[in-house]
């Protein structure tokens, strides 16, 4: 693993880069950003005027497709988010990002079909920390090369969403293709390799702490059985010894016993000869 240490200091800087970075891709500005629940962010669909069955299917994929993305998000946020001094948390900062992908493409909706593809391969990877709200819930706190991770995943979809945006203002023309997917675009694609790599390695690294928990444990066993067996072989030896001492006890009192027996007999044939 890491060597290197990522405190609160690395985190927020790194948030603040990735605002600029969003600001100069999107070409919308993270000073109007505000707060916003999943439910406002999916509110921008509705705002579509779903004029036939094909359509109002398309806006219902990708209602689904997000909601389960955005509580992955909201999830891996609430994990990482405590301690910063940020105004929005990473949580915060994603759905204001996926909030303007949405209101961009508004007027096409062949947007939709695209969202639903791009969130439903990026919900296959988040999905996948579903351990880590199990950890949370038994109050176990994420390792900090975990939490570097997690920043790490979250930055990378608000880049994802930021290229997204880009792609929807400058190529309109492609939103009115019959088939279209932001995997097509080698900026998107190539941060969505960035994405499934992010979780492979969290993958690897939740592997490592667990064995190296599992060997610290073991460890922790393997001493206690020596120094369990130490203590019984200590005692043995006690116990030996007071064995010892109690078979010299009973023999002293046996050749004692022996002893008067034989001094009364003495006697008595003694006192049988002077009669």
Known sequence: ME???????????????????????????PKKFSELSIGDVIGKINQQKELDDKRAAKYGKAKEVLNKTLTCIQTLGS????GASMVFGPSGLCFNAVSYLITVAQNYSKIFSGIAELFERISHFLERFE???????????????????IHELLRSFMRICALSIKISRENKLLLALEVFSFGSDKGVQAELDV????????????VALTLESAKITEGNVTTGFAETKGS???LNSKVDGVTGQLSRVSNFLEQREFTERMNETDRASTRNSEK
């Open 3 to 29: 060597g290197v240490k990522y405190d609160g200091q690395d985190i927020e800087q790194m948030w603040r880069e990735a605002l600029v970075e969003f600001h100069k891709l999107s070409g919308h500005d």
């Open 79 to 82: 994990l990482v988010a405590q």
């Open 131 to 149: 351990v880590y709200v199990r950890s949370k819930s038994l109050g176990v706190e994420l390792d900090i090369h975990l939490r570097k991770i």
């Open 195 to 206: 994405l499934e790599a992010l979780v492979k390695r969290e993958t690897g690294m939740g």
């Open 232 to 234: 019984l072989q200590s």
